[in-house]
C-alpha cells in the first residue's frame, strides 16, 4: 500500500524567497535612485526575474511598495528597539536607539528616500500609512523612554517630553539630511554620538526654578 505523500512545500518558500530578495533590491535601488522613478522593470531586472515574473509575486506596484513599507518598519522598530530594552535606564536607552537608528540607515541609505517619498504622496495608500504608524509609535516610544527617565531621575524634570521626541527625530533625520547631502552616508555612524551628546545636554539641564 503507497504511502501519503506529504505536499512539497518548496514552490511555497521559493515564492517567500522571490518575494524577500524583491523588497531587499527595492531598498538597494532607493538609495541610487528616486523611488518615484523606481519602475517594476528596473526592479525585475534587478532580481533576475521578468515583468510577468515579478507580478506573479505582487499584483501591482501598489502593493510591493506596501510589503516594502512594512518590511522597512518591521525591521527598523525591531532592530532599534531591542536596542534600547538591551538598558535599564532611560537616558541609555534613548543613545542606543538613536546609534542603532542611524546605523540602520547607513547600512540602508535607500530608506530616508523610500519613507519620504510616502509621506509626501497625495493620497493615503497602504504603504504612506504603514510609514505614518511607524512613526507614530517610534516617537510613542521616545516619549515614554523620556517619561520613564524623569521617574529615575536620569532626565530633568519638567522638560517638554513631547517636544523633546520631535527634537530626538528631528535629529536623526537631520544628520541623515546632511549625509545625502555630502554623499557620505556611511559616515554617520561616526558623527552620530556626537549629535546625540549634545540633544542629552538638553534634558540634563535642570530648569531654573522661577521662585529662587
Not at 4 to 16: I, L, N
Not at 18 to 44: G, N
Not at 63 to 81: C, D, I, K, P
Not at 152 to 174: N, S
Request: proline letters at 5%; aromatic letters at 6%.
Amino acid at each position: 500500500m503507497a504511502t501519503a505523500r506529504t505536499p512539497d512545500k518548496r514552490p511555497y518558500q521559493s515564492t517567500e524567497l522571490r518575494q524577500s530578495a524583491t523588497i531587499e533590491a527595492v531598498v538597494q535601488l532607493c538609495a541610487e535612485q528616486d523611488p518615484a522613478t523606481l519602475t517594476t522593470a528596473r526592479i525585475a531586472d534587478e532580481v533576475g526575474l521578468s515583468q510577468g515574473a515579478l507580478f506573479k509575486h505582487f499584483p501591482n506596484k501598489n502593493r510591493l511598495w506596501e510589503s516594502v513599507a512594512g518590511w522597512v518598519s518591521g525591521q527598523l522598530t525591531s532592530q532599534v528597539f531591542r536596542e534600547a530594552d538591551r538598558h535599564e535606564q532611560a537616558d541609555q536607552s534613548l543613545e542606543a536607539m538613536f546609534l542603532a537608528h542611524v546605523g540602520f540607515i547607513s547600512r540602508h541609505p535607500g530608506i530616508p528616500r523610500l519613507m519620504l517619498g510616502e509621506l509626501q504622496k497625495p493620497s493615503n495608500g497602504p504603504a504612506k500609512t504603514i510609514v505614518r504608524q511607524t512613526l507614530v509609535r517610534y516617537r510613542k516610544k521616545v516619549v515614554g523612554l523620556l517619561q520613564l527617565g524623569i521617574e529615575q531621575g536620569h532626565i530633568a524634570a519638567g522638560i517638554d517630553t513631547e517636544a523633546a521626541a520631535v527634537l530626538y527625530l528631528g535629529a536623526i533625520q537631520g544628520l541623515v539630511v546632511q549625509g545625502m547631502v555630502s554623499g557620505e552616508m556611511a559616515t554617520l555612524e561616526q558623527t552620530a554620538p556626537r549629535i546625540f551628546k549634545l540633544y542629552a545636554a538638553s534634558f540634563q539641564e535642570i530648569p531654573n526654578d522661577p521662585k529662587k
